[in-house]
């Protein structure tokens, strides 16, 4: 007697045996049939009851056995008993057991053909019925009831329906009918399962009744039983099919698609599924279109109704080849989905290759499998395998039409998925080679930076660049391309490569971004259809520092106004003319200008790093600021923390770049500067000043090509250019630079001079002399430039 049926158990023999056959349970009507208490024989071996030891020792072949045994009685004499046998499996996927019960009976049972017995059932109603008493013990069916029971209602007398079914569905059952009959009230129960007397798993609407006397009283439970399979199954398969369209295809990654495929089938459809996918093609070229066994495939997920799936014996990530034969094979090969059975069907046929797999089966107990091959847009990308082991009926046709539904939803996923990371890897390779792999070391900065592209969106069209300048100068530069995708990537390119092109003719950051704003008026001219224009929409922020004259000017395109921390002094945004943004086409820009004291930082970034979802660009600054004013050992460890505060754990939405950059001030003592006289004769007496300069520098090396350099540059400027004329010369550890400054807007330029000229070789000798040289435009006039590289002369 339990809470769960709180009668008399005694009128049933029950015992548990088992995987090994050893008696595990012993009830107190087994102990009354034959005698023994539990104590005698719980730990011991089963095969002690039989009369003749093993020698009638059943094999059952399925999950259910009956048939009547001799069993000897603890005082010596036989006993023939019928037996009913379920087979149970662990929940934890453990070994099984064995459920043994027969009924116990004290006279003959109430005839069910009494019409005045209150528990009596019509033998020949189309529907199956059942009768049970006040004890909840089998007391009538009817031949329909008999059929889906699979045992004659004679021998079923007295059984409880726990004890007829033998699964969990009858213990749950059962319940039922005890709340009917201890309240009264009717209840309608549908279940899915297997009965003894069934080849497959059926749909039933059980509907359960209080019996009366004639007095009122309730006596037993009637329940009559309907089968709707087809209603159910039909039913199961579209919400399964509908929730495959809202759980598979989340996100556009393969891995996660396919575990999502994995995930929708087992338990509703499957015990345990695998997902092998076809490795993709050398230089993202799409896979074959026609599959040759043997085929290797890589495990991308799989599913089981047991925690840790331990039917599987290749771990996601793991690669296998699987030759012709195998399940796998055969279907990929085929193009079709392939049903196999066991014990005796193809499945042991497909499993010959591998004894490993075999036995791992055969632990299970799986009985049908189906492989499914995953093919979308004419390509074939790989096949998921199913199994039931747990489930007992196999899969039919309807089934596999149900399982090509849900795959070939899935394949399209995956092969979105597929070339999405395709198209983003070629993104990023792309911007990879387009941003700088190192920033240029530099006597004006030291600097570090950061990408990261977006988490989900793709790559983007965010850069940065350190450009070194004429004169020991810098520019740095960050700009953002809207948009994500290879077409973000390669418009970012050329903006960069731009940028790079003005920069080396040294254009003021306002101009420089004046002619970066008609580039982009262009490319949205190129980028329209159908005569209309293309939207390429862009932001940028140029920045020039002077390490002499430790000033920096800035002007900025539509983009975030950049963080400047002076030594000393919290951070701080810096008050800068916003700009239009790029490709509006017409606007002015405005530039400023700040003295940057030697170690001043300077934080230049893009929109995604301040701004997401959550916060707007005010709050994402005020974060930057704090995390920037927190003490660190270095640039790159800045980055690191700056990262870490803004963004949110599972990475940015937006692209984001960052570039920080620390000034440093060239010492008045590298820097030289003379008035030249209009008069062509001194030029002698200043290539003398400068010879001593250099000996007072110690780079006495370059003394020769220096004062070559200066003749030239001082002689071109007093002959073509406008007074007042100015020679400075800068240094530091590898460079040299010579800049000869006048008021005249002309600016020089190499020419081929002939056989007989007396002159034009100037320039060709100081390009020829020098590392590289040039003419930058200034508010007064031009300066003309060259650069000797000092570590070549030692």
Known sequence: MTPVYPFDDAATARAVISEDGTLAEWSEGAGLLLGHTADDVVGGPYTRLLADGTADRPSPGGPRWDGTLTLRHRDGHTVDVWLLAHHRQAEDGGPGDWLVVTPLRSGEPRSPQDPTDPLATPAHSPCAIAVYDDRLRLAGANDAMAEVMGLPPARALGLRPSEIGGKPESADMERHMLRVLTTGR??????????????????????????????????????????????????????????????????????????????????????????????????????????????????????????????ALLAPGRTLVYPPSSPQADSLTAGHTIVSSAPGGDLDQWLSWDPVRTERIREYGIHSSMSVPIQARGLTLGVAVLHR??????????????????????????????????????????????????????????????????????????????????????????????????????????????????????????????????????????????????????????????????????????????VMIRPGRAPELVELPAGPALGMGGLPFESAEFDLPEGTVLALYTDGLIENLDRDEAVGQELLCDALAAPSNSLDEACDRVLHALLPPGGAPDDVALLLARTQGLPASQVATWDIPADPSL????????????????????????????????????????????????????????????????????????????????????????????????????????????????
């Open 186 to 311: 009717a209840e309608d129960v549908q279940t899915y399962a297997r009965s003894g007397g069934e080849d497959r798993a059926h749909a039933w609407l059980a509907r359960m009744a209080p019996v009366r006397d004639a007095a009122g009283r309730v006596c037993g439970v009637s329940v009559a039983a309907h089968d709707f399979t087809d209603n159910y199954l039909a039913r199961e398969r579209l919400q399964l099919v509908n929730e495959a369209g809202t759980r598979i295809g989340t996100t556009l990654d393969v891995t996660r698609t396919a575990q999502e495929l994995a995930d929708v089938c087992v338990p509703a459809f499957a015990d345990f599924v695998t997902v092998d996918l076809l490795d993709p093609q050398e230089h993202g070229g799409e896979p074959p279109a026609t599959i040759t066994a043997p085929v290797g495939l890589r495990r991308i997920a799989h599913q089981s109704i047991n925690p840790g799936v331990p039917e």
């Open 389 to 562: 082991h747990r489930r007992p009926d196999p899969f039919t046709p309807d089934d596999v039409l149900l399982a090509e539904e849900i795959t070939t939803r899935a394949a399209v996923c995956i092969d979105n998925a597929r070339r999405y990371s395709r198209e983003r890897e070629t993104a990023l390779a792309l911007q990879r080679s387009l941003l700088p792999r190192s920033l240029p070391r530099t006597a004006a900065l030291e600097a570090a930076s950061r990408y990261l592209p977006a988490a989900r969106a793709g790559v983007g069209g965010d850069w940065f660049d350190v450009i070194p300048l004429s004169g020991m100068r810098v520019a740095m530069v960050v700009g953002d391309v809207v948009g994500h995708g290879v077409q973000a990537s390669a418009t970012m390119g050329r903006l960069r490569t731009a940028v790079r092109t003005l920069a080396d003719i040294d254009l003021a950051p306002d101009e420089l971004l004046t002619h970066l704003d008609d580039l982009v008026v262009r490319l949205s001219a190129e980028a329209g259809s159908e005569g209309r224009p293309g939207e390429v929409d862009s932001s940028c922020l140029y920045a020039v520092y002077d390490p002499v004259s430790r000033r920096c000017t800035l002007a900025r395109a539509g983009h975030p106004a950049p």
């Open 683 to 794: 030029v002698a007496p200043i290539r003398k000043q400068v010879v001593e300069q250099l000996d007072a520098w110690r780079l006495t090396e370059a003394a020769f090509t220096t004062e070559l350099v200066v003749s030239e540059l001082v002689t071109n400027a007093i002959r073509y250019g406008a007074h007042p004329i100015r020679l400075r010369l800068i240094h530091d550890a590898t460079t040299l630079i010579c800049e000869v400054s006048d008021t005249s807007h002309t600016a020089p330029h190499l020419r081929r001079a002939k056989t007989w000229d007396e002159g034009g070789r100037g320039l060709l000798l100081v390009a020829q002399l020098t590392q590289r040289w040039g003419s930058r435009h200034t508010a007064e006039g031009k300066t003309i430039w060259a650069e000797l590289t000092l570590l070549d002369l030692e």
